[in-house]
């Protein structure tokens, strides 16, 4: 039988996280501020630093073709680009209407 690489590498207790001692040592995992006892790095973000921006009705028309169509279980290709964006510029009313009966596909 031969060795492998592996045998002979760094010790595996320092690439390894589960292989680390006490895992509520503070220096292991960093909880985020106000967080006790979570997994979370990040805090939650805080609405009142939310960025005030209206978003274009051509672009929200296109995001919510674009979520209706992966809800009806046909996710867009990069080569549909094109019809998506024709049928965004398209009137809200005949947007909702195509959301509607992708919805009914359901």
């Known amino acids: 039988m031969t060795a492998t690489a592996f045998e002979y590498g760094p010790t595996h207790a320092l690439v390894d996280p589960y292989a680390v001692g006490d895992r509520t040592d503070a220096a292991w995992w960093p909880s985020a501020a106000g967080q006790q006892d979570s997994d979370y790095l990040l805090a939650p973000p805080n609405p009142a630093e939310r960025v ?7 672009d929200r028309r296109r995001l919510e073709l674009h979520a209706a169509l992966t809800a009806a279980g046909i996710p867009p290709r990069p080569e549909d680009r094109e019809a998506i964006e024709s049928l965004s510029a398209l009137s809200g009313s005949i947007n909702t ?4 009966w ?4 359901l």
């Open 97 to 100: 209407t195509i959301q509607r």
């Open 52 to 58: 005030d921006t209206a978003i274009d009705p051509r």
């Open 102 to 105: 992708l919805h009914h596909t």
